[in-house]
């Protein structure tokens, strides 16, 4: 049998009779709470006793929950598949250890598989020959064990660390994992206020990114796990479900801000026959994105569209417009050497580099000089990449994006420079072009390449769809430059 750390050395398994004097005991006490405390009572405390039997509650209730994660950790212990008929769920009728659980406890499924999950991270084990072995997250254990820390905060702490063990050494996680302990208990020297548990989940996905900073790069996971579905109509209510990436859930909160506001919502919306205008725009042709990938992208152009909307509400008097913070030395960086992150204003997952560039070249930037000690020390003005009459320009010119196939109205791209600013590109409409927001995200892998002749737009497509030689095209989407390049070829067969 394994426990869940009490403290560093683990206590001896329990035997049956143990089992039943901790039942009564537990019992005993669940009655005491009864006659003491009724939940009526807290009506006639008076604040500051209400507030200390709130704290007194939670302390009580972390004991608990600890003791309902290490018991549910040994309930999947000894329900284990490779026990066959010996499994402790298939002894008691049920399917799987969360079924016995819930019948047990009468929680919730997640609930339960939290539990599970959680426990099995934090649990002794024993070695071959009998000696224990301390969990990973050693520090964790004892918090949670101890009643210092609770479910919450430990959930926190193991998912954001457990994927880090991938791609750095145990004594770094197991340092942050200290932190972030002593920072929820109030023992650390830069936070001597124990931190709630949202923000132990903040700082924790900072400490992800520190430890492991290749895995905010968009071609990972969250490239493929991007998506919207539209579920079934029950009901006259359509749910929908999905995933956004950071930047995406940046625009789409502010956004939602932006409406949401007493004071800033739209008295009308479009007509229907101005939302069937605009929902044909956004049809995009097959490719190899899966269907709900597709949205997610047609949901990118659009938010990209309502935020530049001259009708668009505002916040403040200012526009939606998302907040992005990175340092000065990672966005500066040499492509390939720069493994930093940036933050998005209300989202804690951080985006690459690359995407922190990409926003910037679309939506301009301004430099907020922060000291150690973070003071505002310097201000710069804001520094838009395109005008508005730069963006109309290279959009009238494109037509849609400039990726053949591609039918993204130019009016709904961002504008993407071909020598990058940092490369000493030019801001102008010789050095811009149009670009959705998948084909912006996904230039450099796609193999793609952009070109500028005097001010005329060429690409070349990558070789897995051009065999034999590669040659450079002169793009003609717009519909003026096609009809224009039309008449010049029936003129040229006129004269043959």
Not at 35 to 43: G, I, K, T
């Amino acid at each position: 049998m394994t426990t869940l750390l009490e403290h560093p050395e683990a206590d001896a398994a329990p035997g049956p009779s143990a089992a039943a004097r901790v039942v009564a005991e537990l019992q005993a006490l669940a009655a005491g709470l009864g006659e003491s405390l009724r939940c009526s009572a807290v009506r006639g405390f008076d604040d500051d006793g209400l507030l200390q039997v709130t704290a007194a509650v939670e302390v009580l209730g972390r004991r608990v929950d600890a003791l309902g994660v290490a018991a549910a950790a040994e309930v999947a212990e000894r329900s284990r598949p490779e026990l066959g008929t010996g499994q402790l769920s298939a002894k008691r009728g049920c399917r799987t250890a969360g079924e016995l659980l819930e019948r047990v406890t009468l929680v919730s499924g997640p609930t339960a598989g939290r539990r599970m999950r959680l426990g099995r991270q934090l649990r002794t084990g024993l070695s071959l020959g009998g000696e224990p072995l301390p969990p990973t997250f050693r520090a964790t254990a004892i918090g949670l064990a101890t009643g210092a820390i609770g479910v919450d905060t430990a959930d926190a702490i193991v998912t954001a660390l457990t994927p880090t063990l991938r791609c750095t050494d145990l004594d770094s996680v197991q340092a942050a994992e200290s932190e972030l302990v002593a920072a929820a208990t109030g023992t650390s020297a830069e936070t001597p206020v124990p931190a709630s548990a949202d923000e132990i989940r903040l700082q924790a996905s900072v400490w992800k990114a520190v430890l492991a900073p290749d895995g905010s790069r968009p071609d990972d996971h969250a490239m493929t796990a991007r998506g919207i579905r539209l579920g079934r109509e029950r009901d006259g209510i359509v749910p929908v479900s999905g995933s956004l990436m950071p930047e995406i859930a940046g625009k789409l909160r502010r956004l939602f801000d932006a409406y949401l506001s007493p004071k800033s919502a739209p008295v009308a919306f479009h007509t229907e026959e101005e939302a069937a205008q605009d929902q044909e725009q956004a049809l995009l042709e097959r490719d190899d994105r899966t269907p709900d990938q597709r949205r997610h992208d047609v949901l990118a152009v659009i938010l990209d569209v309502a935020s530049r909307a001259g009708e668009a509400p505002t916040i403040g008097g200012a526009p939606a417009t998302v907040l992005v913070s990175v340092r000065e030395q990672d966005l500066n960086a040499d492509f390939g050497q720069g493994r930093g992150v940036g933050w998005i204003d209300g989202v804690e997952a951080p985006i690459a580099i690359t995407t922190v560039k990409d926003l910037i070249s679309n939506g301009g930037q301004q430099k907020v000089v922060i000291n150690a000690e973070g003071r505002i020390i310097a201000l710069g003005s804001p520094e838009r990449c395109f005008t508005p009459a730069q963006r109309r320009a290279i959009q009238l010119r494109d037509g849609t994006c400039i990726i053949a196939g591609c039918k993204i109205p130019a009016g709904m791209t961002e504008i993407h420079h071909v020598i990058p600013h940092a490369q000493g590109g030019r801001t102008h409409t010789d050095n811009g072009v149009c670009l959705c927001w998948f084909h912006h995200r996904m230039l450099a892998a796609s193999g793609w390449a952009i070109r500028m002749v005097r001010g005329a737009v060429q690409i070349m497509a990558p070789p897995w769809l051009e065999t034999g030689t590669r040659t450079w095209r002169t793009v003609t989407k717009s519909r003026t430059r096609m009809t224009d390049a039309v008449e010049r070829k029936n003129v040229t067969r006129d004269d043959e």
